[in-house]
């Protein structure tokens, strides 16, 4: 189990080192030049020659490179150039925003599939099992910034209920989680419902039964247990999905995390504040599926032994 813990350290290392190089070198080619944004429009090329020497963005590429991975190392992103403000503090201030978001979003997803999901596997095409699949096909159907606009209609606007933008405390996170879970349900109630009618037909099933064990027993303990491992797998994959939906649903919220910052980042030509948040929710996404395959091992000791 060692060796496979680190040798998967090692390939999640490596693709993250491929992530940060790669986003340097995008950055650099297509972002164009932040001295002429943050310049009046009349600049002369001595002021835009200042900025460029304050940016860093005077000297060759390797050099920059070489300074934005010492600066790494050392856990210093650079200063934004918009907000002339270190970019870990910026990222710091906005990251658990999003965090709460995005957690609340997955866990009502995964809840919501889990209650459907069993549900419809006890008692295929019931009622339940067909409320299910009409939430998971409109899920997949509709965009999230839709879905986001007709909540605010809805339930800010109309009812009244929530708060149409900003955060105002936790009832300020019932919409956006709404709209995201949304977008992920659909392939965790399908996996969750099919691992189940799958695990229900098994033969160690048929005999629990015959030795009279409860039926909750049966579904709750012994079926979902194993159903709950290719859910674990969507569930890393879900993680991916967030860290981008998010980005939409806080645009339609105007809610302050940490997609908002870098959606104003990316219109500032923000060099250093893009490469951060891009850099950090990778390496969020990469240790959060090593995380998960470690997981994955100790739920299903076939996959410990082959290790």
Same mark, same amino acid.
């Given at each position: 189990?060692?060796?496979?813990?680190?040798?998967?350290?090692?390939?999640?290392?490596?693709?993250?080192?491929?992530?940060?190089?790669? @986003?340097?070198? $995008?950055?650099?080619?297509?972002?164009?030049?932040?001295?002429?944004?943050?310049?009046?429009?009349?600049?002369?090329?001595?002021?835009?020659?200042?900025?460029?020497?304050? &940016?860093?963005?005077?000297?060759?590429?390797?050099?920059?490179? @070489?300074?934005?991975?010492?600066?790494?190392? !050392?856990?210093?992103? %650079?200063?934004?150039? !918009?907000?002339?403000?270190?970019? &870990?503090?910026?990222?710091?201030? !906005? =990251?658990?925003?999003?965090?709460? =978001?995005? =957690?609340?979003?997955?866990?009502?997803?995964?809840?919501?599939?889990?209650?459907?999901?069993?549900? %419809?596997?006890?008692?295929?095409?019931?009622?339940?099992?067909?409320?299910?699949?009409?939430?998971?096909?409109?899920?997949?159907?509709?965009?999230?910034?839709?879905? *986001?606009?007709?909540?605010?209609?809805? &339930?800010?606007? %109309?009812? *009244?209920?929530?708060?149409?933008?900003? &955060?105002?405390?936790?009832?300020?996170?019932?919409?956006?989680?709404?709209?995201?879970?949304?977008?992920?349900?659909?392939?965790?109630?399908?996996?969750? !419902?099919?691992?189940?009618?799958?695990?229900?037909?098994?033969?160690?099933?048929?005999?629990?039964?015959?030795?009279?064990?409860?039926?909750?027993? $049966?579904?709750?303990?012994?079926?979902?247990?194993?159903?709950?491992?290719?859910? @674990?797998?969507?569930?890393? $994959?879900?993680?991916?999905?967030?860290?981008? %939906?998010?980005?939409v649903a806080e645009v339609?919220?105007?809610?302050?995390?940490?997609?908002?910052?870098? $959606?104003?980042?990316?219109?500032?030509r923000d060099y250093p504040?893009?490469?951060?948040?891009?850099?950090?929710?990778?390496?969020?996404?990469?240790? @959060?599926?090593?995380?998960?395959?470690?997981?994955?091992?100790?739920?299903?000791?076939?996959?410990?032994?082959?290790?």
């Open positions: 189990m060692r060796r496979f813990f680190l040798r998967r350290l090692a390939q999640n290392l490596l693709m993250l080192a491929f992530i940060v190089l790669a @986003v340097f070198v $995008i950055m650099r080619l297509t972002a164009g030049d932040p001295a002429r944004i943050k310049a009046p429009i009349f600049a002369s090329e001595d002021v835009l020659d200042r900025y460029r020497a304050e &940016f860093g963005t005077d000297t060759p590429l390797p050099a920059q490179l @070489v300074s934005f991975l010492s600066g790494i190392v !050392r856990g210093d992103f %650079g200063e934004s150039f !918009r907000y002339q403000e270190p970019v &870990f503090s910026l990222i710091a201030q !906005r =990251l658990p925003q999003t965090a709460m =978001l995005a =957690l609340s979003a997955l866990l009502l997803a995964v809840g919501v599939a889990l209650l459907l999901g069993v549900a %419809g596997a006890r008692r295929p095409d019931g009622w339940l099992d067909r409320l299910g699949q009409a939430i998971a096909a409109f899920g997949q159907s509709a965009p999230t910034f839709w879905i *986001g606009l007709m909540l605010v209609l809805v &339930f800010s606007l %109309g009812l *009244g209920w929530f708060p149409a933008v900003g &955060f105002n405390g936790p009832q300020s996170l019932v919409l956006p989680a709404i709209a995201i879970a949304l977008a992920v349900l659909p392939a965790d109630l399908r996996v969750i !419902r099919t691992a189940m009618i799958d695990g229900l037909a098994q033969e160690y099933i048929r005999t629990a039964r015959a030795f009279g064990i409860p039926e909750w027993r $049966i579904t709750y303990v012994y079926a979902l247990r194993n159903a709950a491992l290719p859910l @674990v797998t969507v569930v890393g $994959i879900d993680l991916g999905y967030l860290l981008g %939906g998010t980005i339609v919220f105007n809610y302050p995390g940490i997609g908002q910052l870098a $959606i104003d980042a990316v219109n500032a504040l893009v490469q951060a948040i891009t850099i950090v929710t990778a390496a969020i996404f990469v240790f @959060v599926n090593l995380g998960i395959d470690l997981l994955y091992m100790v739920l299903d000791p076939r996959i410990r032994i082959e290790a």
